[in-house]
């Protein structure tokens, strides 16, 4: 195991599993607020503490001496404080040891191998018109937490669902169908709770254009035709942030291949379906639901419901053993629904994880331009700002907090703007570089002179890149990355401020460039995983 914190946590997972029988939640180990309380700290011993009956400071003491047992020579010391916390000290040769293998592995140093399969799916707007800036908050949190999933041996498959079917669509079809209706110059009168934007008109101007619709419009698939355009401009403003997806999942072939009917027979063969009033309803409350759901109106037409428990199941017949969906704040109520489904499949909702995405609000001085209808849209965001720094400050808050994206700092060269100074970092390492004029870029053997406090704080901060990319693995939360990438640009550019690189002692500079090597290694990987390319200079 090249990664020690990777070993610790796997060594701690044996302990408590070969002492107690118990399977305990990842992660194991956090960082501790100053470094006079170690390099990891495990809250671990109060957990069990609960299930095993006994006091934490003794089942810490009982750990603590398998650990050092386990770990003799990588850890100068274990302490334990109260009430049962499991302080470790790396050892200095475990440091250095850990950063010659960082330079000769790179990345794969951090990268592991949990191999389940993920369906993730996130953005899946109604194909209604172009992005809005909330959809651009689901896309990237969506897209990086697939990119960490995929570092961490995930087989990731990114899928955007098309809610194709439904009154959404059908009003979009009409609001179109009012422009192409209408004599020029006339007032065009769209259908109450229809569509203004310019794209429709836009969409009207392209079909009026089209030979086949001339030709025979009652055979012309205007439906078809019109979803193709909105989803061509979807696609077009995810390819904007760099956002792609492996599939685009259709709600309308859901229906048309009859699953959502073979998944109303699934569970009506299993007792869980019941007729009341003329509809049909899911026994949902049987599995946590507060209330049972219709899935089948009376006049016959289908849920939305019904078409979501169908949908869920294809992706687990698809061999899927982990689903992540993005939604946003006003799913909050639909999450144990789908979970019931879940259940009702004889399978555990932990193979379901739902993440809310919140709001975004524009913070800004200029006045943005509002393209093609009354909203600011995702494109003019992008046009604004640019696609690195639109996927970065996307990321700047949890998942569950409210996003104010702030525009004039997201354009601001200066170190008050955190991408800014991440990416000053990069070029300062590949400034020194330059000057050191070197054609190895680092060797091992100097490694072992590194030995002042801003030269092992930096080393310390590197590694603890593992605990960044758990957490942000475990969470959900790619902003574990932005807070990880904001601290380490700080230590280097304290580190840089107080000692030299190049300087007249051949063993000093070698260690420092070795140094700055591993550093260019761990901010590379993580600017990547925010899918934003690294600079060069500024």
């Known amino acids: 195991m090249n990664d020690f914190y990777q070993k610790v946590s796997d060594v701690l997972a044996k302990i408590v599993?070969?002492?107690?029988?118990?399977?305990?939640?990842?992660?194991?180990?956090?960082?501790?607020?100053?470094?006079?309380?170690?390099?990891?700290?495990?809250?671990?011993?109060?957990?069990?503490?609960?299930?095993?009956?006994?006091?934490?400071?003794?089942?810490?003491?009982?750990?603590?001496?398998?650990?050092?047992?386990?770990?003799?020579?990588?850890?100068?010391?274990?302490?334990?404080?109260?009430?049962?916390?499991?302080?470790?000290?790396?050892?200095?040769?475990?440091?250095?040891?850990?950063?010659?293998?960082?330079?000769?592995?790179?990345?794969v140093f951090f990268r592991q191998k949990l191999k389940k399969k993920v369906i993730l799916e996130f953005v899946s707007a109604n194909p209604t018109g172009p992005l809005s800036i909330p959809h651009g908050r689901q896309a990237i949190v969506g897209d990086v937490i697939g990119n960490i999933l995929e570092f961490l041996g995930n087989d990731v498959e990114r899928e955007y669902y098309l809610n194709d079917e439904g009154r959404q669509i059908d009003l979009l079809v009409e609001s179109v169908e009012a422009w192409l209706n209408t004599p020029e110059g006339s007032n065009v009168l769209i259908p109450e709770g229809g569509y203004n934007g310019g794209y429709v008109k836009d969409i009207a101007d392209e079909i009026?254009?089209?030979?086949?619709?001339?030709?025979?419009?009652?055979?012309?698939?205007?439906?078809?035709?019109?979803?193709?355009?909105?989803?061509?401009?979807?696609?077009?403003?995810?390819?904007?942030?760099?956002?792609?997806?492996?599939?685009?999942?259709?709600?309308?072939?859901?229906?048309?291949?009859?699953?959502?009917?073979?998944?109303?027979?699934?569970?009506?063969?299993?007792?869980?379906?019941?007729?009341?009033?003329?509809?049909?309803?899911?026994?949902?409350?049987?599995?946590?639901?507060?209330?049972?759901?219709?899935?089948?109106?009376?006049?016959?037409?289908?849920?939305?419901?019904?078409?979501?428990?169908?949908?869920?199941?294809?992706?687990i017949d698809r061999g899927a053993n982990q689903l992540i969906n993005l939604w946003g704040p006003d799913h909050h109520g639909y999450i144990e629904r789908v979970k019931s489904s879940i259940k009702a499949q004889g399978l555990s909702a932990d193979i379901l994880k739902i993440v809310i995405i919140q709001l975004v609000n524009i913070k800004t001085k200029e006045r943005m331009s509002r393209r093609k209808g009354t909203a600011v849209l995702l494109s003019d965001l992008v046009n604004d700002v640019g696609k690195d720094a639109a996927r970065f400050y996307y990321l700047v808050r949890k998942n569950s907090s409210h996003l104010e994206f702030?525009?004039?700092?997201?354009?601001?060269?200066?170190?008050?703007?955190?991408?800014?100074?991440?990416?000053?970092?990069?070029?300062?390492?590949?400034s020194i570089f330059t000057k050191a004029a070197v054609c190895d870029r680092y060797n091992t053997k100097y490694s072992k002179f590194l030995k002042e406090d801003e030269e092992m704080g930096l080393l310390r901060v590197l590694l603890q890149f593992s605990y960044c990319l758990d957490s942000a693995y475990h969470s959900l939360e790619p902003v574990f990355i932005i807070e990880y990438l904001k601290n380490l640009a700080a230590v280097l550019h304290k580190f840089y401020e107080k000692r030299r690189v190049l300087v007249d002692d051949e063993n000093v500079t070698g260690a420092r460039l070795n140094l700055l090597e591993s550093t260019k290694i761990v901010i590379h990987c993580g600017l990547r995983l925010l899918g934003i390319e690294p600079v060069k200079k500024m």
Request: hydrophobic letters at 40%; one cysteine or more.
């Open 17 to 107: 599993k070969d002492e107690y029988d118990i399977d305990l939640a990842l992660p194991f180990w956090e960082l501790p607020p100053k470094q006079e309380y170690g390099d990891l700290s495990s809250m671990v011993t109060l957990k069990l503490a609960a299930k095993v009956k006994k006091y934490p400071l003794d089942i810490a003491a009982k750990i603590k001496t398998l650990l050092e047992k386990r770990l003799k020579g990588e850890v100068d010391k274990i302490d334990i404080l109260k009430p049962g916390f499991i302080n470790l000290f790396i050892s200095k040769d475990t440091l250095i040891n850990s950063l010659n293998t960082l330079l000769k592995e790179k990345d």
């Open 406 to 430: 702030d525009l004039d700092l997201a354009k601001e060269a200066s170190f008050n703007n955190p991408l800014y100074y991440i990416q000053y970092a990069c070029a300062r390492i590949e």
């Open 208 to 315: 009026s254009a089209n030979k086949e619709w001339v030709k025979n419009k009652e055979t012309f698939d205007l439906r078809g035709e019109i979803l193709n355009y909105t989803i061509s401009l979807i696609k077009k403003d995810l390819e904007s942030l760099g956002v792609e997806f492996s599939n685009w999942f259709s709600q309308r072939k859901l229906i048309k291949d009859k699953k959502v009917e073979a998944a109303i027979s699934y569970l009506q063969k299993k007792g869980l379906i019941y007729e009341e009033e003329g509809a049909l309803w899911f026994a949902s409350t049987k599995f946590g639901d507060d209330k049972d759901r219709v899935i089948k109106k009376k006049d016959g037409e289908l849920t939305y419901f019904a078409s979501d428990i169908a949908y869920h199941k294809d992706k």
